[in-house]
């Protein structure tokens, strides 16, 4: 399960991929492991049944700066040869997921999505709210290259009876938009991330982009 979300300070990317994440009944056998690089080994750990073995390759930037992560675990088949892109106006958060099902393989090496900085005439709204999860916003920025979908995700982080609420609006990728809904549960925090995505609509026009881009500098909203 791949999640992702932008806050106001940084870019924080969650990955639920241990087996002790989900539920019993032990199958495949699949190494566990993290790293800045883009190839990590570790620890076997069995794996709940119907999991595979999961590679997933991310890059979150946020202004000049880029950080990578790649992880190595327990995933879900739906998950598998998925790549997307997310965009804010003063970010980029992109991954790409391979698998493998049999005990101790190595998924194929996973490849970022190109980055794309050509205006594709679209645009969508942006925002992040850390209250909220449904944020709105009249803020439009123009979306690149293959961000045709404009994208809401919005999360639940559960802790007792006290539950957290945020949200984001950007520009994605038609693969990003298929991550859905997805839950995790692990001692005793529960998380939910629900991404929903709508078509982008045509810039106006130039003085349109113009204000937006304007906006997004003297806002530096991430």
């Given at each position: 399960m791949?999640?992702?979300?932008?806050?106001?300070d940084s870019v924080i990317t969650l990955?639920?991929?241990?087996?002790?994440?989900?539920?019993?009944?032990?199958?495949?056998?699949c190494t566990q492991c993290t790293s800045s690089l883009s190839s990590c080994t570790g620890y076997t750990a069995n794996c709940a049944s119907k999991l595979v073995c999961i590679s997933?390759?991310?890059?979150?930037?946020?202004?000049?700066?880029?950080?990578?992560?790649?992880v190595r675990g327990c995933g879900y088949k739906s998950d598998c040869d998925q790549l997307g892109l997310f965009a804010i106006p003063n970010g980029?958060?992109?991954?790409?997921?391979?698998?493998?099902n049999s005990d101790n393989c190595?998924?194929?090496?996973?490849?970022?999505?190109?980055?794309?900085n050509t205006s594709n005439n679209k645009q969508c709204p942006h925002c992040v709210s850390e209250t909220s999860k449904d944020c709105n916003s009249n803020q439009m920025m123009a979306c690149?290259?293959?961000e045709t979908k404009c994208a809401l995700q919005n999360s639940e982080v559960t802790i007792g009876s006290n539950t957290q609420k945020s949200s984001i609006r950007?520009?994605?990728t038609k693969s990003f938009c298929k991550l859905g809904t997805q839950t995790a549960e692990s001692g005793g925090v529960k998380r939910k991330i629900v991404t929903k995505c709508s078509a982008c609509t045509a810039l106006y026009s130039a003085i349109t982009l113009l204000l937006t881009l304007t906006i997004s500098m003297m806002t530096n909203v991430f």
């Open positions: 791949i999640y992702s979300l932008f806050t106001m990955v639920f991929l241990l087996s002790g994440l989900l539920t019993p009944g032990y199958a495949i056998i997933i390759y991310e890059s979150t930037r946020v202004g000049n700066t880029e950080s990578f992560q790649f980029k958060y992109r991954f790409s997921a391979t698998c493998c190595t998924p194929n090496p996973p490849s970022l999505p190109p980055v794309n690149m290259g293959d950007g520009c994605a």
